[in-house]
């Protein structure tokens, strides 16, 4: 009975372990990754060009490399932003008319007046999120 039970534990966490790459495997071509090999202290940044079962094939600024799946520690992606970066902002306003001010005298003062200002504000990308850590070794 114990080794059924023992069995169908490693068939659950291979199961999942397949289950986070089948993710891996469902990103878009070009998503911007961050990807940790084993051994390594900085991550690859790259840009996704396919996942296969056995490796990935990924794209820097200088080369193609295809990494296997077993020196991979740990993958993280950048989601596609939905919404625009840019917000614009206007406010508006008027000034209304002093009575008093608009009698003869001695120094004219102005009448109405309005003003306006514009901003615009470009936000930064999205930060990176975990899609895929190697499972644990026993």
Known sequence: MWQLTAFLALASVSFAADDGWAKVKALASGTELRVV?????????????EATEE???????TEQLSIPKDKI???EYRPKQTASRVVRETTTG????NKEATRPGP???????RSSSSN???????????????????
Do not use: C, M, Q, Y
Request: overall charge positive; cysteine-free; proline content about 13%.
């Open 37 to 49: 090999k084993t051994g390594t202290r900085s991550p690859i940044l790259a840009k996704l060009d």
């Open 73 to 75: 520690e740990k993958i």
């Open 120 to 138: 615009v504000t470009i936000g930064g990308k999205l930060g990176f999120e975990v899609i895929w850590t190697r499972p644990p070794r026993n």
């Open 55 to 61: 490796s990935l094939v990924i794209a820097t600024k």
């Open 94 to 97: 008027n000034t209304p008319t």
């Open 107 to 113: 120094t004219p003062t102005p009448g109405p007046s």
